[in-house]
């Protein structure tokens, strides 16, 4: 393996390679940052260009793209609270607060190291340790995805809020939207009232932008701030530099990218759950947990760290099994097929100085974020919020509006943005949580999929779903994570004065 | 420029627009519309931005084909459109048999066959049955019998989702054998290959081109092909004939347009396909992929499509998969 | 023990009508989805019928909690809207945006709400405002249409788009 990516290396550092990596990474932070197109978007457009050059230019443009358009969904979200992409949700939940605080230059800089630190984490994770998490993927079947989705579910109650009912009904309104749209098992249409729009369910990505972009718009036009941010405020060197709280941030850099990796290399799992379950365990094991959601860069850091360490990740069990690990694996799958690149242990016997070239490509287009991103996002992006206020309402509105009817080419999506839109609205105003919708919508078709699957194969036992050494893990973890607010309240039972009439504090 | 040259160069451009019919020598003299009806970066997509590429070169100097996702309903939303398109050559699409096929025999689409005018077909891949490398069947025998003894207790996992053509292949296959098998629905491919890889299902479903690779490896057994012969790709793995069940079922990708556009327009468009798919760059792209490139004319894609849809027709009487 | 942070946002009732409407409306909801999930096959509606009571236990939960304050003289602080003119403002202008998107297309229509929805708010700098429209509608289209060959809203003017390429 060493003597394949010395090999390599000079493939990788060739100069139209190196370009390509640029070109790659500059095309994937612009779909990135722009609502509706996604790097399945680009490398779909992209692939066939390729038929004719180099593998290892495609490979670049591929990787850069990868892990550009990852870091590129953040920028929208702290700046203007308009997820880019489904993954930079969770991003968005303390991002856009720091903007609100005067610190969106602080926050671009986390989300862009903490992204660059999980994607680096999770290419040397593809170089170094394919063989034995791919076996591990492999563990994973129908009755661990259900467990899976009860822990990610768990976690959710670390994310309800000062207000339990309203948490726990966000989660509910979430976990209904998920269940609208054909049921594949037998073809039952819910909740479709007969629209074919509706068959496949909402699209995940014009729910998400609804919820989360379409609120900050009414409340902009309500205040009707006619003045900008200060130029000041997006110099960096007066918020604090996240390179230099390295110690701050590195356990929860460990902590994402060990779950961003995990969750990459499960098919089963989407892709923007990682970025979501990241969050929730920087909040559980959090000393103040009450600060998330309210501007605090740990968030910020673990959404980013999650969401990139599951790029490289995603692609080990495509390349050694032909397993795509999320959407753009699979595209990435379908470009290394054209090139004859076929996945499979045979391909790192075969080709081993294009495969470990590309592994290389993810780790170098990783560093090279650093310094695209770092130029470009605060830079150039950042001095949109010079714009007045109430100028950038109509602006966030067009973008969304044609990214959203991009995804389906569907005038029907843009009537569900406003509706989501508005509902979002007055779910804010009331302040019902949105984070919990989001985990609902993600986990509960994963959860109520899987778990019939698992007893649709085990012929209705449920004993089955205790069947097996991980099952029996990720069970006893959900309920810990469940138990231990009840247990920490029960024993904290009297040691802290209730004090009655706080609401008028 | 003014504001009012600008609505002057507007109006212009609108009525130049509307005036100039279609000259149909000049075919294609403006952009044509190539609609997917699913979302990009699936197998359809991107078979169809590569084919649009090399159809633009053979269709003569200036030709554009612009390539449109309309993704919805298991491909219902982007069918409909194309089967409502203008019939004049500038609207086509990929349409995706037996799954369009089965849409029209459950008798919601509204559309019917007939309404589309098949131009070319350009992908079939066989469906076939693959089983883990040590499982306890080797053959579709042992399989059936297995089903027998505990009728039901056999799943058989699927990429599809009820009603997807692996679902009716697997009602035909045990209408046959005159047994019964549980389907387990996995809606996508990745999932079901971990599973069987996995040993999570003792059996699956797929294409021959998903299956291709682990089958190779040696880390899955395919013990049946969905096809009339064995396939060049993988000389070894036997078919459902050879076993003595007719279970013919595969996945087929090719061009069609809304009915009524004029033959001269097809034999274009038919011709440039044909052409691409010959095209030096396209075939080795295909060869390297082992993308199970099956050219049919407009004439044998349309006896083809008929024949599916009555294949269909049947299956519904007998088993009905909703 | 409620912890509320909008008690300090200015006085005023009618959030806690709002608390108590949309609690209501969700019960309501989740009262429709247990009786139309019930026609389905009970593999496919176990699933929503059980949201759907937890849904509408909690609603009520809420709806009763307000209620109970309200009678003990203690309703839930806070206005609903910050400023209810220009929240009008603003989702008139939505819909009107959508449907105008809907009928003639993305372009005429973008370029007037960046134009007239700053203006409705009391914001003049007119060249701003046209400058920051144009720049955006071009920016999109050059990205979606002409780079990505995304599709944007059918458009009245795609015509001359077309002749542009």
């Keep these: 393996m060493i003597d394949a990516l010395l090999h390599a290396l000079p493939l990788v550092f060739a100069p139209m390679n190196i370009l390509a990596m640029f070109i790659g990474l500059i095309a994937g932070l612009i779909v990135g940052c722009l609502p509706g197109l996604t790097v399945v978007t680009g490398l779909a457009v992209l692939i066939p260009l390729t038929f004719g050059l180099d593998p290892m230019f495609a490979l670049g443009m591929m990787a850069g793209m990868y892990n550009g358009g990852s870091y590129g969904g953040a920028i929208p979200a702290i700046l203007m609270r308009v997820p880019g992409t489904p993954a930079s949700v969770a991003t968005v939940l303390d991002g856009y607060k720091m903007t609100q605080k005067g610190q969106a230059a602080y926050a671009l800089q986390v989300a862009l190291l903490s992204g660059v630190i999980g994607s680096v984490l999770s290419s040397i994770s593809l170089i170094l340790l394919s063989p034995p998490l791919v076996s591990f993927s492999l563990m994973f079947g129908p009755i661990e995805y259900f467990w899976l989705g009860i822990l990610g579910l768990a976690t959710v109650s670390s994310l309800l809020g000062d207000d339990l009912p309203k948490g726990l009904i966000a989660c509910g309104i979430g976990l209904l939207i998920g269940a609208v749209g054909q049921d594949i098992s037998n073809g039952t249409e819910r909740f479709t009232f007969g629209q074919l729009d509706l068959l496949d369910g909402f699209s995940a990505i014009v729910l998400l932008t609804g919820l989360f972009a379409v609120p900050p718009v009414l409340q902009i036009i309500e205040e009707a701030v006619k003045t900008g941010m200060s130029g000041d405020k997006l110099k960096l060197h007066r918020q604090g530099s996240a390179l230099s709280q390295w110690r701050f941030f590195t356990p929860v850099w460990i902590r994402s990218s060990i779950i961003g990796i995990i969750i990459g290399i499960l098919p089963g799992a989407g892709g923007s759950m990682s970025s979501f379950l990241a969050y929730n365990e920087a909040k559980r094991v959090a000393r103040h947990p009450e600060t998330f959601g309210h501007g605090n860069p740990e968030g910020v850091a673990a959404s980013e760290c999650g969401n990139g360490a599951d790029n490289a990740a995603s692609l080990i069990p495509a390349l050694a099994l032909g397993i795509p690990g999320s959407g753009v694996a699979a595209v990435i799958l379908g470009g290394l097929l054209v090139h004859g690149l076929r996945p499979g242990p045979q391909l790192f016997r075969e080709h081993p100085d294009i495969v470990y070239g590309f592994m290389l490509q993810f780790l170098v287009t990783s560093f090279l974020l650093a310094i695209v991103g770092g130029l470009a996002a605060t830079r150039i992006f950042g001095q949109v919020l010079r714009l007045p206020r109430i100028v950038l309402a109509p602006v966030i509105l067009l973008f969304v509006t044609v990214g959203v009817y991009s995804v389906n080419n569907s005038l029907f999506d843009l009537w569900v943005l406003l509706g989501v839109g508005l509902i979002g609205y007055v779910l804010e105003r009331l302040d019902y949580p949105s984070a919990p919708i989001v985990l609902g919508l993600l986990l509960g078709p994963m959860i109520e999929s899987q778990l019939r699957l698992a007893l649709t194969i085990s012929g209705g036992k449920t004993t089955a779903l205790l069947s097996t050494p991980i099952a029996v893990t990720l069970a006893l973890l959900s309920a810990a994570i469940l138990l231990a607010p009840a247990w920490r309240m029960w024993r904290e039972r009297g040691k802290t004065p209730v004090i009655e009439g706080a609401e008028s504090r | ?322 | 023990m409620e912890v509320t942070p909008e008690a300090s946002t200015p006085q005023g009732r009618s959030r806690s009508l709002a608390e108590i409407g949309f609690a209501t409306l969700l019960v309501a909801t989740s009262v429709a989805v247990i009786a139309t999930a019930s026609t389905y096959p009970a593999e496919s509606a176990a699933y929503p019928v059980a949201i759907g009571i937890g849904m509408a236990v909690i609603g009520c939960w809420i709806a009763l909690r307000e209620i109970l304050r309200r009678q003990r003289g203690n309703p839930m602080q806070g206005r609903f809207a910050e400023h209810a003119p220009r929240l009008a403002i603003g989702v008139a202008a939505l819909v009107v945006y959508f449907a105008a998107v809907s009928l003639i297309g993305f372009i005429l229509p973008s370029l007037a709400l960046c134009v007239l929805l700053p203006a409705a708010v009391g914001f003049q700098r007119w060249r701003l405002s046209a400058i920051v429209a144009v720049v955006c509608v071009v920016s999109i289209l050059a990205i979606f249409v002409y780079a990505l060959e995304r599709p944007i809203p059918p458009d009245v003017l795609s015509p001359f788009l077309g002749r542009l390429r």
């Design chain 2, 1 to 322: 420029m003014k504001p009012l040259s600008i609505v002057a160069a507007l109006g212009t451009a609108l009525l130049l627009t509307a005036a100039g019919a279609p000259a149909r020598a000049d075919y294609p003299d403006k952009p044509i519309e190539m609609i997917v009806a699913f979302a990009p970066g699936g197998g359809t997509d991107v078979a169809a931005r590569s084919i649009a590429r090399y159809m633009e070169k053979y269709l003569g100097p200036g030709a554009r084909i612009g390539v449109v996702n309309k993704p919805g309903a298991g491909g219902e939303i982007g069918w409909t459109s194309v089967a409502q398109g203008k019939a004049d050559g500038y609207t086509i699409g990929f349409i995706n048999a037996p799954a369009i096929n089965a849409l029209v025999v459950e008798g919601k689409t509204k559309f019917k066959m007939s309404d589309f005018q098949p131009v070319a077909n350009l992908v079939y891949d066989p469906g076939v049955l693959v089983v883990p490398k040590n499982s306890p069947y080797s053959s579709l025998k042992d399989l059936v019998d297995a089903a027998k003894k505990a009728s039901g207790a056999v799943v058989i996992g699927t990429s599809g989702a009820s009603g997807s053509s692996e679902h009716i292949a697997l009602l035909n296959f045990q209408r046959l054998a005159d047994t019964k098998f549980t389907p387990a629905f996995f809606g996508g491919t990745a999932p079901v290959r971990q599973a069987v890889l996995g040993g999570h299902v003792p059996a699956a479903t797929m294409n021959l081109s998903e299956a291709l690779q682990i089958a190779r490896e040696g880390t899955i057994k395919v013990i049946g092909v969905m096809s009339a012969e064995r396939s060049s790709y993988l000389p070894d793995a036997p078919t459902f004939r050879e076993g003595g069940y007719d279970v013919v079922v595969g996945a087929s990708r090719g061009i069609a347009a809304p009915k009524g556009i004029p033959a001269d327009v097809i034999a274009k468009l038919e011709k440039a396909i044909d052409q691409a798919l010959k095209d030096p760059e396209y075939l080795d792209a295909a060869k390297k992929a082992e993308i199970p490139l099956q050219y049919l004319a407009s004439s044998d894609f349309k006896t083809f499509l008929d024949r599916a849809s009555t294949d269909l027709q049947a299956t519904w009487k007998a088993t009905p998969w909703k």
